[in-house]
């Protein structure tokens, strides 16, 4: 069973302020990709790699996806960490409101929320978010 990955994006206050960062990783290091250091290894590491994503939540709602390529063993400053390496495509996701959490959760790909549809703006996204919370949808 596949698993994903949920991660705040601190620092970023709009999703194109986390795009604009995240491919700037992608020019610095080209051979590398885009990848996330974090301290714990996941245990469900199996299950991420059957076609997980990490979930990046701004301002307080899931924003962007992106698939993970793998997981590697990284020695930073003495500490082993984890390099989550992910694949350098960004899909945007629906605007979905998310409580405030430190470090990376699991996620259930049942209570992930789905890709935008190509050519829908994200101001489009939110409106049909709000009226969906309204009941008017």
Do not use: N
């Not at 302020?17 to 990709?33: N, S, T, V, Y």
């Not at 699991?106 to 549809?117: N, Q, R, V």
Request: charged share 30%; with cysteine; net charge positive.
């Amino acid at each position: 069973m596949t698993i994903h990955l949920m991660k705040v994006a601190v620092g970023a206050k709009t999703p194109d302020e986390l795009a604009a960062r995240l491919q700037a990783l992608l020019k610095r290091d080209p051979a590398l990709g885009v990848s996330h250091t974090t301290r714990m290894w996941p245990k469900r590491e199996a299950e991420i790699l059957q076609g997980g994503s990490l979930y990046w939540a701004v301002a307080k709602k899931f924003a962007l996806r992106q698939r993970v390529r793998g997981l590697e063993p990284v020695v930073v400053d003495g500490v082993r960490k984890c390099r989550i390496l992910l694949d350098p495509e960004l899909v945007p996701v629906r605007s979905v409101a998310r409580r405030p959490f430190q470090g990376w959760r699991y996620l259930e790909p049942s209570k992930a929320p789905p890709d935008l549809a190509a050519g829908t703006s994200r101001s489009e996204a939110e409106l049909e978010r709000t009226l969906a919370e309204l009941g008017l949808l």
